[in-house]
């Protein structure tokens, strides 16, 4: 598979997954993705933690947040290939309720397309990669407890869309947005629990 440049094209390649399976499972989704990549596998955990349909079905985004502390935590480590346990690359969802979910992002993904371009480069290489991987860790330490609180897991879907989408275009502005929402987002939950 061809790295992805854009959210429409990543869409594109979810959606030509093998069609004539009845279930998705997320081996299949990181798959077409790309395994090797950071920025699409953080871009599709954050796009199924934000997708209609799909991000709303109970214990999704602590799933993606076990996707995204392993491989972010990997990236840290400094390997190049991503390595995640059988029983997470098992889970799956209906095909019906991926597509469904994939037919409404579409129309969005042509908007948020159209201003992605490279800026600010150099936070999208070795060092701004690294500390777009510690920005995910801390999401995804936060995403469990987010299920408890309203609305605050689509926080961090953002957050993580944000910081895949700037990785996969080199668009530093967008990383950086996706570092503010991150704060945001976190010391809203912390306000929620303290």
């Known amino acids: 598979m061809t790295q992805a440049s854009s959210l429409t094209h990543l869409l594109?390649?979810?959606?030509?997954?093998?069609?004539?399976?009845?279930?998705?499972s997320v081996e299949d989704v990181l798959t077409a993705a790309g395994r090797r990549s950071f920025g699409p596998m953080l871009l599709v955990a954050?796009?199924?933690?934000?997708?209609?349909?799909?991000?709303?079905?109970?214990?999704?985004?602590?799933?993606m947040a076990a996707i995204v502390?392993?491989?972010?935590?990997?990236l840290l480590a400094g390997r190049d290939r991503f390595w995640l346990p059988q029983w997470l690359l098992r889970r799956h969802m209906t095909r019906k309720t991926f597509d469904k979910g994939l037919q409404r992002m579409k129309k969005p993904a042509r908007w948020v397309d159209r201003w992605l371009r490279m800026r600010l480069p150099w936070l999208t290489g070795y060092w701004g990669s690294?500390?777009?991987?510690?920005?995910?860790?801390?999401?995804?330490?936060?995403?469990?407890?987010?299920?408890?609180?309203?609305?605050?897991?689509?926080?961090?879907?953002?957050?993580?869309?944000?910081?895949?989408?700037?990785?996969?275009?080199?668009?530093?502005?967008?990383?950086?947005?996706?570092?503010?929402?991150?704060?945001?987002?976190i010391m809203v939950v912390a306000a929620n629990l303290l």
């Open 69 to 74: 502390l392993l491989t972010a935590g990997q």
């Open 12 to 24: 594109e390649s979810l959606e030509n997954m093998e069609r004539r399976k009845l279930q998705v």
């Open 46 to 63: 954050g796009l199924i933690t934000l997708a209609p349909l799909i991000g709303d079905i109970p214990g999704m985004p602590t799933l």
């Open 130 to 185: 690294r500390l777009t991987a510690l920005t995910a860790l801390i999401i995804a330490l936060a995403m469990p407890p987010m299920e408890f609180i309203p609305f605050s897991a689509n926080g961090a879907g953002l957050a993580l869309t944000l910081l895949g989408l700037g990785l996969v275009a080199r668009d530093g502005v967008v990383l950086l947005l996706g570092v503010g929402i991150t704060v945001t987002t």
